[in-house]
């Protein structure tokens, strides 16, 4: 039977396609398994440079470009353009092997020929080498042919590189992209080459070495070797199974995540098994969540068949994060009876459920952070003590409910690691007092804040002991998670093999909590995975917003440091546009006029974003557009997707989003930071520089929300974040 395989490019070309030429390309290839191609109507090129390459008719204008040897009936759809288009890229591409996968890739002989000599060219005017730090022998065991080392060597800057992204073979660029990053050849190696090898299926033959004795490029072999190259370039070729498949990822061209992973996020997805907790880490945009949507449905596929309903919890931050969880869900997995088994919901929803059940009545949530100050605030003044209602708050927060502390006795052993303000026995007795009351005065109106719900949860299951509700636990969004969080998590689920899996960034943590895994009772030393690809923003926008984290450094939940080494992106732009102003109703207009070019442009309104750190600002903003005649949506006013116009958020709104542009404003000095959100440096020196780290992640997480075009505006003085970033930048 015939085997088909589609390109990425291939489906990224057939998204942007009208929909009657849509239609007509499902048309000309749905039966393809009846055919071999002699009946698909494949059309040789005279001056082809590979002639399995052929174009065939899509419609009177548009041509397919499709990959077919003459013998075996396997197919591999490369190309959908303009007729013209079509035939110039088919006659100058050639299919070959890679030498370390023997995945097939494309290489454009012609154009990598001029690069050469154009490389060539620069190099003659400088010293300077990309690459002298690796050795032909480590290149060469990484995939990269003798065809193309002399490109290589003299290549002498990263940008020529990425100039060089659209000719060089996909697999090659990926390990050049990898080194010229920073990682090292054994990562590199890790990452791409085996992360490859490991996923071509075992029924495929493995190939010792797909280079001639000269190490040169080697095209696809004749009779069956089509299907086998194809099936060991996974994340960049589908196999297609069926007519129902091709339908299936044909309907939904966009969203390529669902069929097209990386192997280094394949490798973390479809693993068949972890001995514990594991989890993979990533800075923004690189696929985390797409991961954690995978082994949701890996684990789905997994269970054994008499396993009820929702024995899978995937879970998140907010509500908004978890319904986004659900609708990308429905995409992955068509099959209402298999996704059925993975149970989406927020963590703080599903607390509330197991309180409530327990208690057998709605309970009364206070949902307001200034609500909450205010009482800490009445209480030490009624109890006439010397602390500030945020530092009462603190301390609830990150030490009693954090360790579920219950008693004064136990208050007073409590380590306080992690807070600045030492506090002898007399203080914390007065503490205590404060805390007693407050939780007091909340039973008494029979009201509960989100954490102390989630704490009561975890103690709920640890009482009952042995009542585990899912089979695997899959979190998003983990760096926020509080301890207590993290204890129902662990309770909900028994330990062992796949009980849990988290994905998260602690460079995007946003309220301060900061947790050991160990000590929670998930260890996943050896079960930790980077990824580093950026799928989302332009190469431009990332190196920018990673600017901003120049010289911080962040935890990584289990005892060591996270990095950011190796995080690149593939794709160029415009640099992000800092545009100060000396006025709010400058900026304001300013801003208005940038969201109308954007829409003039194309960009769909809610395809934009707007971040602001406070929700009145967001509020200013969203009028200010409406009297343009641009319609806004301010997040968290109303049901989200519910309308068409700009979306406005908050930057904590921002966090797991994603839009086409962002506009980031209001970023002042005084604002970002907000000064309210800082705790004093002499009232305690360790949450003064946690809490300005939450601050700066956040700038980072609203910047990083931006797809194509990013833009940072401010009245008054800048934010000190934007100096920091401009430091970096001139070193
Ligand atoms: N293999 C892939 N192929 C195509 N697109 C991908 C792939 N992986 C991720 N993406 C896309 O990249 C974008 C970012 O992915 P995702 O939201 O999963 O990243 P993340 O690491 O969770 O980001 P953040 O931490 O910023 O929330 C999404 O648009 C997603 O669809």
């Not at 290489?107 to 730090?133: M, Q």
Request: net charge neutral; glycine share 8%.
């Amino acid at each position: 039977m015939a085997t088909l395989g589609i390109h990425k490019d291939f489906l990224m070309e057939f998204a942007r396609l009208e929909r009657p030429v849509q239609k007509r390309v499902h048309e000309v290839f749905e039966k393809f398994q009846e055919h071999r191609h002699a009946g698909l109507h494949l059309e040789k090129l005279e001056k082809a440079r590979d002639p399995r390459i052929r174009t065939i008719r899509i419609t009177q204008f548009m041509r397919g470009v499709v990959l077919a040897p003459e013998s075996g009936d396997s197919f591999l759809l490369l190309k959908v353009l303009p007729h013209d288009d079509a035939i110039a890229w088919a006659v100058k591409h050639r299919a070959t092997l890679n030498s370390a996968t023997q995945g097939i890739e494309l290489r454009n002989d012609v154009a990598l020929e001029r690069a050469t000599a154009g490389v060539r060219a620069i190099a003659a005017d400088t010293t300077k080498r990309l690459f002298t730090h690796v050795s032909d022998k480590d290149l060469t065991r990484l995939g990269i042919d003798a065809d193309l080392l002399p490109l290589v060597r003299h290549l002498s800057d990263e940008s020529h590189l990425d100039a060089l992204h659209k000719i060089l073979p996909e697999q090659q660029y990926d390990v050049l992209a990898g080194l010229a990053a920073g990682m090292g050849v054994d990562d590199v190696w890790r990452e791409v080459v085996q992360a490859q090898l490991e996923q071509t299926p075992p029924s495929v033959p493995q190939q010792v070495t797909g280079v001639t004795g000269d190490d040169r490029s080697v095209p696809v072999s004749e009779k069956d070797g089509l299907s086998a190259a194809m099936a060991r370039a996974q994340g960049r070729i589908a196999l297609i199974s069926g007519p129902d498949e091709l339908m299936e990822i044909l309907t939904r061209p966009f969203d390529a995540w669902r069929v097209f992973l990386h192997p280094s996020q394949r490798k973390v997805a479809c693993r068949p098994s972890y001995s514990g907790p594991a989890r993979v880490t990533g800075g923004p945009g690189t696929g985390k969540t797409v991961v954690a949507l995978h082994r949701a449905l890996h684990l789905a596929q997994q269970l054994p068949s008499e396993a009820p309903d929702k024995s899978i919890l995937l879970t998140t931050f907010t509500r908004d994060l978890a319904s986004d969880l659900s609708r990308s869900l429905e995409l992955l997995i068509p099959d209402a009876e298999l996704r059925d088994k993975i149970h989406v919901v927020n963590i703080d929803a599903l607390a509330n459920q197991i309180v409530r059940e327990d208690r057998r009545t709605s309970l009364s949530v206070i949902t307001g952070q200034k609500e909450i100050t205010a009482r800490w605030a009445r209480i030490a003044r009624r109890l006439g003590i010397d602390f500030t209602d945020v530092f009462l708050d603190q301390e609830w927060r990150h030490v009693i409910l954090a360790q579920d502390v219950r008693s004064a006795e136990s208050y007073l052993k409590a380590s306080r690691s992690g807070r600045g303000t030492p506090l002898g026995p007399l203080k914390r007795a007065q503490v205590w007092r404060a805390v007693e009351a407050f939780t007091k005065e909340l039973r008494a109106n029979g009201e509960w804040t989100f954490l102390q719900i989630c704490a009561e949860a975890a103690r709920l299951l640890e009482e009952r002991g042995g009542e585990r509700r899912f089979r695997h636990v899959v979190v998003d969004e983990a760096q926020d998670l509080h301890p207590a969080q993290w204890r129902l998590l662990r309770a909900l689920v028994t330990p062992g093999a796949d009980d849990l899996f988290i994905a998260g960034d602690t460079h995007q943590r946003i309220y301060g909590n900061r947790v050991s895994l160990r000590s929670l009772g998930i260890p996943v030393t050896g079960r930790s995975t980077r990824l580093r690809i950026n799928y989302r923003t332009t190469k431009e926008i990332l190196s920018w917003s990673t600017g901003l984290l120049t010289g911080t450094s962040v935890d990584d939940m289990d005892g060591g440091d996270e990095s950011l080494s190796g995080y690149r992106s593939a794709f160029r732009g415009a640099p992000p546009q800092l545009v100060p102003a000396s006025s709010k109703a400058e900026e304001l207009a300013g801003l208005v006029a940038q969201i109308g070019e954007w829409v003039t442009a194309g960009v769909a309104p809610a395809e934009i974003g707007i971040a602001v750190r406070f929700v009145q600002l967001g509020k200013d903003v969203a009028q200010a557009l409406e009297r343009s005649g641009i319609g806004a949506t301010v997040l968290g006013s109303s049901p989200s997707g519910t309308s068409d116009g700009v979306r406005i958020g908050t930057m904590h709104r921002m966090k797991g989003l994603e839009f086409r542009c962002v506009a980031v404003a209001g970023v002042n000095n005084g604002i970002v930071p907000m000064r309210s959100a800082i705790t004093a440096e002499e009232v305690d020196a360790q949450q003064h520089r946690e809490d300005l780290l939450s601050e700066l992640s956040l700038l980072f997480v609203a910047c990083t929300r931006a797809r194509e075009a990013l833009r940072v505006s401010w009245h008054g003085g800048p934010s000190p974040f934007l100096a920091m970033v401009r430091a970096s930048s001139d070193r």
